[in-house]
């Protein structure tokens, strides 16, 4: 593992990029926060340009010295930081004493819905504005088999810092689009085959809509989510061929975002066979 002097200044080149990335001045790259997060890039194959780690635990702690070796021979710069500059870097409550960085993934929405074969789906999220639940919606995308996570405009960049540490990282393990034109891609789906779904607490049963999805030969599905509260706005609901809904009881009127993604992903598409 090549040496790089420790870094000891505010004023480092990397800890001003982290800055520039945390305030939104560059859409261009990726931080990765912590051990599992870091762990899960280097599975995906994410090229890390380079990671800062806590100068101390680098040299007292065997997983992480064994976590920065890995870095550096997928071709990182594993650079020392003193502790209490990444304490700063880092945005957890408990600082993580490893930052990774990456050129941020390019995913086209199109493509994924045009790559889309029967049985398979898409999750959307329209208008999610909060960076975690964003990155949840991708963990349920990943966990739950779907072909991609789709971020509409309006929504949280799924590559916000908080929204990979929502994910745990899992964002990486499945292709992933931002800043998507959502009623564009309502369309093309009609157009190829496929159908949108809005969930939507007056829709349909997700139950007896996962019946009719089996019967009708599981075409191809985007399914989309909008943030608690609000829901998938009216105009993008128009153009969906089937609103779905989680049947609630005690007078609960939403889940959260992410639960409900869960619920009607497993029930809709991830449970399989005729009921």
Do not use: Y
């Not at 065997?62 to 700063?88: I, M, N, Q």
């Amino acid at each position: 593992m090549n040496r790089f002097d420790p870094v000891s200044s505010t004023q480092n080149s990397r800890l001003k990029a982290v800055r520039a990335l945390r305030a939104g001045r560059d859409r261009d790259h990726l931080l990765l926060e912590g051990r599992r997060v870091v762990s899960e890039a280097l599975d995906a194959g994410i090229a890390l340009e380079w990671v800062l780690a806590a100068e101390d635990a680098l040299l007292s702690d065997s997983h992480l010295a064994a976590l920065a070796a890995r870095a550096a021979v997928a071709g990182a710069e594993v650079v020392p930081c003193a502790p209490a500059l990444l304490r700063e870097a880092g945005d957890l409550d408990s600082p993580a004493d490893l930052l990774g960085w990456a050129a941020r993934p390019a995913g086209d929405a199109a493509a994924m819905l045009a790559l889309l074969e029967r049985g398979q789906w898409l999750l959307a999220a329209a208008g999610v504005q909060d960076p975690g639940n964003v990155g949840a919606l991708a963990r349920v995308a990943a966990g739950l088999g779907a072909a991609g996570f789709v971020a509409g405009a309006g929504s949280a960049s799924p590559w916000h810092p908080r929204a990979v540490r929502g994910s745990s990282g899992t964002c990486l393990r499945l292709p992933v689009a931002e800043r998507a034109d959502l009623p564009a891609l309502a369309r093309a789906a009609q157009e190829r085959g496929a159908e949108a779904w809005a969930a939507d607490a007056a829709g349909a049963d997700a139950r007896g809509a996962a019946r009719d999805w089996r019967a009708a030969g599981r075409p191809p599905v985007l399914l989309i989510l909008g943030e608690e509260g609000r829901g998938v706005p009216a105009e993008l609901a128009a153009l969906c061929a089937r609103t779905v809904a989680v049947p609630l009881a005690r007078g609960v009127e939403s889940l959260n975002v992410a639960t409900a993604a869960a619920v009607l992903g497993w029930e809709l598409f991830a449970r399989g066979g005729d009921r």
